[in-house]
């Protein structure tokens, strides 16, 4: 555990936090793509298709940063986090093309956890696995409303570093862990199919279920009411803001995921003080 004044250790923290809140969004914008060509190969494999060759190296490494716009390099100074968005006011140095706000705010937002955690935490080896699963849930609630995808890679290993959290840190609570991970699969797939039999539509996708049961796994059983009461309030709030706020988005799906991943950041990060409300509530 580093044992460093706050004055020093709060802005280590968001610095470290801003850098990889810029290598989420690598991860963020590439994954899906990398995720839709493995599908594409396996799906042609299947089929006995001849491979598609020429197509060039594609991953989380290469190639190096482009303008989604010309697809001209962009230089290293550019890359700086907040600085370089700031810097050419979110347009391309060779064309001027708008680049994303998406960018900044992610991290902006990895830098905020970062300080969060450490503030919580400090900097310490419990502190270093919430904040991995903090930026975990950032970067799922962000594909998700990029693609609506919450993908296995990601939800996966949430689900199992959550128990290897418990089983390290708080092993009283790793049965507690083991059912909240099998109660929060449970329930979303329950309301999956119960809202399918009443309207034939599917209201969710799995990957819901996945990030649910990985909370689950997180927080513990006892949490999965709160969750889901926060998730659905804040969706409901967005959901009817959005809607009312943009027309032409009126009866679109909209990802739950992201709210999921809201409520996910609450519980992580001030979970104890909200259920001693949410429990004081119940006595009452």
């Known amino acids: 555990m580093l044992d460093l004044p706050p004055s020093l250790l709060w802005p280590l923290a968001a610095f470290v936090g801003l850098c990889l809140g810029s290598f989420l969004n690598v991860v963020i914008t590439r994954l899906p793509v990398m995720l839709m060509r493995g599908w594409r190969a396996e799906a042609r494999e299947a089929l006995e298709l001849a491979d598609e060759h020429g197509s060039p190296t594609f991953n989380l490494v290469t190639p190096r940063s482009l303008c989604p716009a010309c697809e001209s390099p962009i230089a290293w100074h550019d890359n700086i986090p907040l600085l370089g968005w700031v810097k050419r006011r979110g347009r391309c140095a060779s064309c001027q093309g708008r680049i ?9 937002a990895g830098g ?54 418990q089983l390290l840190f708080q092993p009283l609570l790793l049965p507690s862990a083991v059912i909240g991970a099998m109660a929060g699969y ?13 309207t034939g539509k599917e209201g969710m996708g799995y990957g819901d279920f996945k990030l649910l049961a990985a909370l689950g796994a997180w927080m513990g059983w006892q949490y999965l009411p ?9 969706g409901a709030i967005v959901g009817i803001a959005t809607q009312l706020a943009i027309p032409r988005l009126r009866g679109a799906p909209m990802p739950f ?28």
């Open 186 to 198: 449970l329930a979303l797939w329950s309301f999956y199919w119960l809202f399918k039999l009443f």
């Open 226 to 234: 709160l969750l889901l009461i926060l998730s659905a309030g804040v």
């Open 257 to 284: 995921g992201p709210f999921l991943a809201m409520a996910g950041w609450i519980a992580l990060l001030a979970g104890e003080p909200l259920m001693a409300v949410y429990g004081g509530l119940f006595l009452l």
């Open 112 to 165: 905020v956890l970062a300080v969060c955690v450490v503030a919580l935490y400090g900097a310490s080896p419990q502190g270093l696995f919430v904040f991995g699963a903090c930026l975990a849930l950032l970067a799922m609630a962000v594909i998700d409303l990029r693609t609506q995808l919450l993908p296995d890679i990601l939800t996966l290993p949430l689900l199992w570093a959550g128990l290897a959290y």
């Open 100 to 108: 994303s706000p998406q960018y900044p705010l992610v991290e902006l």
